[in-house]
């Protein structure tokens, strides 16, 4: 028996803005977002056998990937947090990204998430993953890998609360 430990990978996770100028909603997102430098939440990953580095989003067009060239063409990082996951939990994200690519985005969670900003709501609303925006996408993915607790509402994480959870600066998300 080895007591050797498993061969740890790399996952990101990433908070961006629109590059375009008209990207109306990315500054509204920022805006209710506690006024965040970043409107977007996504998901990269490089996989040597290809190699090629990928993001795993979720933007108006639904869940899908995109090569990291073609990202940064409309996207601004702002911050990137780099975890180590091993390859069984890199299977594991890679297997539920592919089974939810093509998914729709939810609009509609982006409507509650406003009122619940506005409001100061701490209810629960969303669609139980039917879609998702893409900071529910992110959450979601760290569920699955116990980095987050699962009874957390996905469907009302903001892009803000989530980095700051990563970022050990809120534990309550």
Known sequence: MSNEKPKMEKMIIGFSKAKSPFAFLSYLIRWFDDNAPFSHAYIKMHTVKYDATFIYQADFSGCHFY???????????????????TKDERDIIV?????????????????????????????????????????????????????MNKDV????????????FLKKEDKNV
């Open 67 to 85: 090569s990291e060239k073609i990202f940064l063409k409309s996207h601004t990082v702002v911050d990137e947090i780099e975890l180590e996951i």
């Open 95 to 147: 297997g539920w990204c592919l089974k939810n690519s093509g998914a729709n985005y939810g609009f509609i969670n982006l409507v509650f998430l406003a009122l619940k900003v506005v409001f100061n709501m701490k209810a629960k609303f969303g669609d139980g993953n039917k879609s998702f925006i893409c900071s529910e996408l992110v959450t979601e993915v760290l569920k699955i890998i116990n980095l």
């Open 153 to 164: 509402c996905s469907d009302m994480v903001t892009p803000h609360e989530l980095y700051k």
